[in-house]
């Protein structure tokens, strides 16, 4: 109370933090069955949870063919937010390289992010 505030918890942050530690939690460890149907939607769009690794912050941002329930679509935005995948801007020409050009908010055709579903199943990650 010191340095003002009402000592509370801002609701919206800690939701968004338990949905992104969430994320770990369904990506790391053993498999296990509650673990399938999370894993299926989020490598539905791409190998080895590729949407946790495209550049967006934002709903808007997030490729229009990604389509799944809105709980998965608020802990794959909740995970970038939170400084999940590639959210920071590249600073470099290497972090430029680094980057996965599928879904990545600085890289864009015709004001939208780039993803091929056809491509990425091909194996065209880039």
């Known amino acids: 109370m010191s340095q003002g505030g009402l000592g509370t918890i801002d609701f919206a942050s800690k939701c968004a933090a338990l949905k992104a530690i969430w994320v770990n939690r369904i990506t790391q460890g053993m498999e296990e069955t509650w673990k399938l149907i999370p894993r ?3 490598n539905k ?4 949870f590729l949407v946790l690794k495209l550049n ?3 709903e808007k941002e997030m490729p229009e063919h990604l389509k799944w329930p809105d ?3 608020q802990v794959v935005i909740a ?3 939170c400084g ?3 959210c920071h801007t590249p600073v470099t020409s290497e972090d430029f390289r680094a980057q996965i050009i599928w879904g ?3 890289i864009k055709l015709k004001g939208k992010t ?3 579903p056809k491509w990425i199943k091909s194996g065209i990650l880039c």
Request: positive net charge; glycine residues 12%.
């Open 114 to 116: 780039l993803f091929f």
């Open 71 to 73: 709980f998965y679509k």
């Open 104 to 106: 990545n908010r600085f």
């Open 56 to 58: 967006f912050e934002t």
């Open 79 to 81: 995970w970038h937010q």
């Open 84 to 86: 999940g995948g590639q």
């Open 45 to 48: 769009y791409g190998p080895n």
């Open 40 to 42: 299926w939607h989020l």
